[in-house]
Antibody
Framework: QVQLQESGPGLVKPSETLSLTCTVS????????WSWIRQSPGKGLEWIGH???????SYNPSLKSRVTMSIDTSKNQFSLKLDSVTAADTAVYFC????????WGQGTLVTVSS | EIVLTQSPGTLSLSPGDRATLSCRASQSVNNNYLAWSQQKPGQAPRLLIY???NRDTGIPDRFSGSGSGTDFTLTISRLEPEDFAVYYCHQYGSLPRTFGQGTKVEIK
């Protein structure tokens, strides 16, 4: 069965760039949308955006100016970059497959602090 | 964007009870592309229902979804101990994808 695993730094300084990678195992990254979603106590679940296996992207307008997603089909990985982070970006970041979000990765806590 | 409002915020019930959770959309959800997920503490959400009424693979038949347009319901016919969790709806009919704020089903 398909499994997703997020990886990346757990601590990022304010104004710097948050970078995360999601590795897909047990299945191909082709022919699906791949999303990033975050969860913080203050804002609940928030869809950040998605990328198709072709590299086509769509981002949440609330974050669009700071988000970049990329995909590496040879490694079965896709990535998230969020620029100019602040404390408000502190959250658990999840990756998920498809439009139904099935399955999800286990999530990774990213704290923005100096 | 479509705003999803879930009610109630918290549902206090006993094992064996019937749970009825509501998700109301600010505008019609295209193709009834509305999903329900369950989240337990420290875990990622798990998909239960998609397309408003379809159970995902392996989901017990005590979970059922109904509704269309702007009003959707998740029903758990008889609560098992492992069903006490937070439930979220999300729509995938239009961009940006949006989530409801969640309903917590707690043990009474």
């Amino acid at each position: 069965q398909v499994q997703l695993q997020e990886s990346g730094p757990g601590l990022v300084k304010p104004s710097e760039t948050l970078s995360l990678t999601c590795t897909v195992s047990g299945g191909s990254i082709s022919n699906f949308y791949w999303s990033w979603i975050r969860q913080s106590p203050g804002k609940g679940l928030e869809w950040i955006g998605h990328i198709y296996h072709t590299g086509s992207t769509s981002y949440n307008p609330s974050l669009k100016s700071r988000v970049t997603m990329s995909i590496d089909t040879s490694k079965n990985q896709f990535s998230l970059k969020l620029d100019s982070v602040t404390a408000a970006d502190t959250a658990v970041y999840f990756c998920a497959r498809g439009v139904r979000f099935d399955p999800w990765g286990q999530g990774t806590l990213v704290t923005v602090s100096s | 964007e479509i705003v999803l409002t879930q009610s109630p915020g918290t549902l206090s019930l006993s094992p064996g009870d019937r749970a009825t959770l509501s998700c109301r959309a600010s505008q019609s959800v295209n193709n009834n592309y509305l999903a329900w997920s369950q989240q337990k503490p420290g875990q990622a959400p798990r998909l239960l229902i998609y397309g408003a009424v379809n159970r995902d693979t392996g989901i017990p038949d005590r979970f059922s979804g109904s509704g269309s347009g702007t009003d959707f319901t998740l029903t758990i016919s008889r609560l098992e101990p492992e069903d006490f969790a937070v439930y979220y709806c999300h729509q995938y009919g239009s961009l940006p994808r949006t989530f409801g704020q969640g309903t917590k089903v707690e043990i009474k």
